[in-house]
């Protein structure tokens, strides 16, 4: 398949705001409106690994998290339930860190789709640090 397919695909599926730019061989910054709370972006490349290809946060998900909370308390609590959670339902892999979905059957904008919304139903667990009002 294509990039220019590929780029298709993510529009059709997920956002028409959604662009590719290279970033070498056989690997694509995947710029998307999505952001955290704070007005950063999601980070999120596709990439080939192998024989197959891959999105990924690069680890970037749980970095951005841990400005405002200790890393200790992602992965306790209610918090690692919210992520445990999110992981599960969108079928997104954690490899020490770094979060990750495969692209099978060239369905890319499923792909991105469910790893979008995991990454954001993860980030969630930054509310649990906010005051009530």
């Known amino acids: 398949m294509s990039i220019e397919t ?6 059709d599926k997920v956002s ?6 290279a970033e070498g061989k056989e690997r694509f910054r995947v710029l998307t409106p999505f ?5 950063d972006q999601l980070v999120i ?5 192998g024989d197959r290809w891959i999105l990924s946060d690069e680890a970037h998900t749980y970095m951005h998290l841990t400005y405002e909370i200790d890393e200790k308390r992602l992965h306790k ?11 599960s ?3 997104v ?11 099978s059957d060239g369905r890319y904008g499923d792909a991105l789709y469910d790893f979008v919304q995991a990454l954001l139903k993860i980030t969630d ?3 649990l640090s906010k005051e009530q009002v």
């Open 77 to 87: 609590g209610t918090r690692q339930k919210i992520i445990l959670n999110a992981l």
């Open 93 to 103: 892999e954690d490899h020490n860190g770094e979060l990750i979905v495969d692209v």
């Open 45 to 49: 490349v596709l990439k080939r690994v």
């Open 16 to 21: 028409g705001k959604i662009k590719l730019s």
């Open 125 to 127: 667990v930054s509310y």
């Open 6 to 11: 590929i780029e298709k695909d993510f529009m």
């Open 35 to 39: 952001q955290f709370e704070d007005g």
């Open 89 to 91: 339902m969108f079928d």
